[in-house]
């Protein structure tokens, strides 16, 4: 009786449990509507909603052609590109209700400005999409949700998680069952 009550215990902890952020990759690709791209990968963490991804970082991306130098500290959220105090962020499916990150490739100035032209860099966020390669090279338009692709690894899938805590425990189980005494 107690085996089947830890059991139970145990597949109802597997249902509640919910994965824990780990770090991950997003690679991503935009098509302006004068056809150049911007494309590369963000890491950072999967929010709980499997689509709003916490941006850390980012590497290899290109606009045009150019690749752009993206330290850190040249990301912030688009809501506060002046003190970098929100966390920067895209969405997995491209909704623009997830997408606030400005990336300025070669730092924001004293006043938290950054002149794409000049420096390269990128943005998506309620006020459209743009990007600049520093060679002079800029878009700044509406941003189109369906010109977003975005995949993502690194992040093991709930389903995953649960079949592998599912048979920790049936492991558990038929060992208690076979290390019993028989009377």
């Known amino acids: 009786m107690k085996t089947g009550i830890a059991f139970v215990l145990g597949c109802a902890l597997v249902v509640l449990a919910a994965p824990a952020a780990e770090a991950a990759t997003l690679t991503f690709q935009y098509t302006f509507a004068d056809s150049r791209t911007i494309s590369g990968s963000l890491h950072g963490t999967l929010g709980a909603d499997l689509d709003t991804f916490a941006v850390s970082s980012a590497s290899n991306i290109v606009f045009n052609g150019t690749l752009l130098p993206i330290d850190p500290s040249d990301i912030c959220s688009l809501n506060d590109f002046n003190s970098c105090a929100e966390q920067p962020t895209v969405s997995l499916s491209g909704s623009l209700a997830n997408h606030n990150i400005f990336v300025c490739a070669l730092g ?24 600049g390669d520093g060679l002079g090279n800029e ?29 920790l425990g049936l492991a558990g189980l038929v060992r208690r069952r076979i290390g019993k005494p028989t009377a």
């Open 108 to 131: 924001f100035d004293a006043l938290g400005n950054c002149s794409f032209a000049n420096d390269g860099g990128f943005f998506f966020g309620v006020f459209g999409a743009g990007a």
């Open 139 to 167: 878009n700044f338009e509406p941003y189109i949700e369906a010109n977003w692709s975005a995949s993502i690894t690194g992040v093991p899938e709930p389903a995953t998680i649960s079949l592998l805590i599912t048979g």
